[in-house]
């Protein structure tokens, strides 16, 4: 596997992604708290005629992270080259990178979570002093060498922060969040894809997409990009609310945003476990998914839209859950 190398998707996606991405910091939009300390940190750094200090971006999928890494590049003047956790898997992945960055290059690393141990032993006296350190040979006959780095900047990204080691983590000289998107934000970057995309989006069906994106940019595009072509076989080309209506229908997803394994999710807590509190593996033996994905793909957007509960005996759907899918709350209330 090559080490350098963008995040792994699917091909039309990747495309569609790309050609969408803001390309000016000024066309960012949403995530004014970070873009404000981020651009701080940047102005400060050419003020000094410096090298930006190692970055790291978490949280979910879909926020912007990659894009930020490359508004930084652009904005700093330089270079950036991509690559992701998994594809470093030997210390000499990262070392072939470090060692062919020309100064000031960004080397941004996608799902940073999963960079394995020795490939990090090597990238703790690269990000702290510039150092590279080697061994060659094994046994006794091994012996370790320096390399001196030209400066450079790390900016990572995680879906999971928790599974990043302390160490690697201390060495970032700044952290952010990420944070779902507001509804209004959704709907000024849905209004700026249409242009880029050459289709016609009124302000109604703007709204309807976005309050079905999940708070997430990337989802937001994906359903503009079906309601595009809902609205050209049926609709003559302008995306209205009854192409949005239409084709969030087709892909079964509800006017909050819930996929159909969202409301299965729900409906079992409900009608199998009366409504919980049920345990996260019974909930994800019912829907045959892992553990892991129910609680990072599925509870988070739930719990965000006050759906799922996480009480200390378990997940309790909540009466807004209830409701929304037409089940009878009678006699529930005192599990929240």
Not at 79 to 97: H, N, Q
Not at 220 to 239: E, P, T, V
């Amino acid at each position: 596997m090559d080490p350098l190398e963008t995040t792994k998707t699917n091909p039309e996606d990747s495309s569609f992604d790309l050609s969408l991405r803001p390309s000016q910091w000024s066309e960012y939009i949403g995530q004014e708290a970070v873009k404000n300390n981020v651009r701080l940190i940047i102005d400060a750094a050419k003020g000094r005629n410096e090298t930006c200090d190692h970055l790291l971006f978490f949280g979910p999928p879909g926020l912007g992270k990659t894009t930020l890494a490359y508004l930084i590049g652009k904005e700093m003047g330089v270079a950036v080259r991509s690559t992701s956790g998994p594809s470093l898997e030997k210390p000499g992945d990262v070392a072939a990178l470090l060692t062919n960055l020309q100064p000031n290059e960004i080397l941004f690393i996608d799902e940073a979570h999963r960079l394995n141990k020795s490939v990090e032993e090597i990238l703790y006296p690269a990000m702290e002093s510039r150092k590279l350190h080697l061994i060659v040979g094994k046994g006794p006959s091994a012996r370790t060498f320096s390399l001196d780095l030209p400066p450079f900047t790390i900016v990572a990204a995680t879906t999971k922060a928790s599974l990043l080691s302390a160490p690697l983590r201390s060495r970032f000289g700044a952290s952010f969040r990420l944070e779902y998107y507001q509804a209004e934000d959704i709907e000024h970057i849905l209004q700026r894809s249409a242009n880029l995309l050459g289709v016609k989006i009124n302000s109604s069906a703007a709204k309807a997409l976005a309050a079905a994106s999940r708070f997430t940019p990337r989802i937001a595009n994906r359903l503009l990009k079906r309601a595009r072509d809902y609205a050209q076989l049926y609709r003559s080309g302008q995306i209205d609310e009854e192409s949005v209506q239409k084709t969030l229908n087709m892909l079964e997803i509800d006017v909050l945003g819930l996929e159909k394994t969202d409301r299965e999710l729900l409906l079992s807590i409900i009608e199998k476990f009366k409504g919980g509190p049920v345990g996260i593996k019974s909930i994800a033996a019912a829907l045959n998914e892992e553990v892991g994905t129910v609680e990072e793909v599925y509870e988070p957007f739930l719990i965000k839209l006050g759906l799922l509960h996480r009480s200390p005996g378990g997940r309790v759907a909540t009466e807004k859950a209830y409701r929304h899918l037409g089940a009878d709350y009678n006699g529930k209330k005192e599990l929240l």
